[in-house]
Nanobody, 118 residues
């Protein structure tokens, strides 16, 4: 049974930082590309960042230079370090396993809320 549990969200002022964590279980973790998606109110869920088993990364233009995705295969963990947060980063952030084109494969965590506001 595949399980993904996100944590680390919260309320932060613009310019602040948060570190999101995702704990995975029930899968051969090191085989898969992992990613963070987010969904803001009234908007579609969008890809934020992805990381391959070989640590190749890909970022949405809106977060490039501010966010960093990483993984620990031994611990089956995925992280998203978010710096210089902006109000438009406000969303529910989800951890997921993705296909080779970074599209989701149907496995989602419960999400963690990130709110950026002064």
């Amino acid at each position: 049974q595949v399980q993904l549990v996100e944590s680390g969200g919260g309320l932060v002022q613009p310019g602040g930082s948060l570190r999101l964590s995702c704990a995975a279980s029930g899968m051969f973790f090191s085989t898969y590309i992992m990613a963070w998606y987010r969904q803001a109110p009234g908007k579609q869920r969008e890809l934020v960042a992805a990381i391959t088993s070989g640590a190749i990364t890909n970022y949405a233009d809106s977060v490039k230079g501010r966010f960093t995705i990483s993984r620990d295969n031994a611990k089956k963990m995925v992280y998203l370090q978010m710096n210089n947060l902006k109000p438009e980063d406000t969303a529910v952030y989800y951890c997921t396993r993705v296909a080779s084109d970074y599209g989701p494969t149907g496995y989602w965590g419960q999400g963690t809320q990130v709110t950026v506001s002064s």
